[in-house]
């Protein structure tokens, strides 16, 4: 049995822990079959318990943009640790790595440390809700921003039409100031002011969708929500946990050239360690408690580990000035070759591609919102899934879900990985 050892840790672990998982994407219930345990990761590769290694394109998802395991990163960690793992009170690190994000994101004046990608949407939309005096918001299918109750809603009948849970324990009242549109579709995102005048707080998007698989802003879409937002009093807020320094060093923003009122981080920031933060101008920011009224906490906010281990991921990037080019050049080259085996194969697909973010679709020719994900041959990815496992190649184990490359791809994994593509059989 390939999968021996995990296999046995699985059903330890299913006796302990809910689903046998601390996060349900690794459950492997998308693809089927038994997750994998790793026990070490270093570079390109994971090491899973049965000794068996794989080139990774998950990368913690998307937080090891170095490769795991990085040698200055580590150091780093190693040293801070050695003063201390958490005191609870004011670090001048915070305000070294608040300053760092300040002067390459474009936008932002201010920072809020916080421990989590979910914990940063969540405060942001009451910060927009603080701000503005309004209670709704705007999301769109497909896009996550954690798992926050205001945001695990579906859309309902009709594009106007409040949202509904979709999740047991999201009540009803949190359900109603949920508006839901369909990513791509700026003409629901004006319905949706119009039928709900002066209540609207925000809109909170993924400025590259990465949570329906790898979804590109179509037609001026972000450009028309900036303007809409400005014509109508509310706030815009860019969820960049996956695209913050990630598309770019100052994110989507820069990349797009679209400004948001309010920007969500993780992932890249904290080095591989829990993390997140949010950042807006001061005029919105200084709404925060201590300054401000509203209200938001966190004992861990600012961990001296994660904020070592994510500054020197970022200067690390900083310091080579063509980082994002050779990131960009690595996943285009993937894209290519991977497309030209699988049309060599008869294979119809769509990959969608930004900076070192990809998805492959299977069956359809353009993928721009949920609905069209939900189109393509889940099955298909699977079963690619598997095969590629195998023979040492570690996918996202789901097809709504996005690549992400680092740099520690090289040649060696690049040639091993189309190998596994040619050897695909469907």
């Known amino acids: 049995m390939l999968y ?40 390109a590769y994971l090491t899973d318990e049965d000794d068996r290694t794989y080139i990774d394109y998950i990368n913690s998802w998307g937080p090891a943009i170095l490769g795991h395991t990085h040698p200055e990163v580590l150091e780093a960690i190693q040293k801070q640790a050695e003063k201390g793992f958490s005191f609870g009170t004011p670090t001048e690190l915070e305000t070294e790595i608040a300053k760092y994000i300040v002067e390459n994101v474009p936008n932002i004046d201010q920072v809020r440390m916080v421990s989590s990608g979910t914990e940063a949407c969540m405060s942001a939309i009451r910060l927009a809700r603080g701000f503005t005096g309004r209670e709704k918001i705007i999301k769109f299918e497909g896009c996550y921003h954690g798992h926050s109750d205001s945001f695990l809603i579906q859309a309902g ?36 002011f119009k039928n709900n005048p002066e209540q609207i707080a925000a809109i909170i ?38 695209t913050g320094f990630r598309l770019a060093f100052g994110g989507a923003q820069e990349r797009l050239n679209v400004k948001a009122d309010l920007v969500t981080f993780g992932k890249v920031i904290g080095g591989g360690l829990p993390v997140g933060a949010f950042a807006g101008r001061n005029e919105i920011m200084n709404q925060l408690s201590p300054r401000g009224n509203v209200y938001q906490a966190g004992t861990l906010s600012g961990n001296p580990l994660a904020m070592r281990a994510g500054l020197k991921t970022l200067q690390l990037i900083k ?16 894209d290519f070759e991977i497309g030209k085996i699988l049309n060599e194969k008869g294979i119809r697909h769509r990959i969608n591609r930004k900076g070192s973010m990809m998805s492959i679709f299977f069956d359809v020719t353009s993928v721009s919102n949920f609905k069209e994900v939900n189109n393509s041959n889940i099955g298909l990815f699977n079963n690619l899934f598997h095969q590629v496992l195998e023979q040492g190649i570690y996918l996202p184990p789901s097809g709504y879900e996005t690549w992400f490359i680092s740099s520690a791809i090289g040649y060696a ?8 593509f040619r050897n695909f059989e469907y």
């Open 4 to 43: 021996q050892r995990s296999s046995a840790l699985f059903e330890e672990a299913y006796r302990y822990i809910p689903g046998g998982v601390n996060s349900p994407v690794r459950a492997f219930k998308s693809v089927g079959g038994v997750p994998l345990f790793m026990k070490s990761a270093k570079g």
């Open 157 to 192: 009948s009709g594009m106007a039409t409040f949202g509904s849970p979709n999740s047991p324990g999201v009540t009803q009242g949190t359900a109603k100031d949920t508006l839901l549109a369909e990513y791509n579709n700026f003409e629901q995102v004006e319905d949706l």
């Open 205 to 242: 998007v993924e400025p590259i969708a990465g949570n329906m698989g790898c979804i590109l802003p179509e037609n001026n879409f972000l450009q028309n929500l900036r303007k809409i937002c400005d014509e109508n009093g509310a706030i815009l807020i860019f969820d960049e946990v996956m």
């Open 319 to 334: 310091e080579d000035p063509d980082f994002y080019n050779k990131l960009d050049k690595t996943t285009e080259t993937l």
């Open 413 to 420: 994994e690049i040639d091993k990985t189309l190998e596994a």
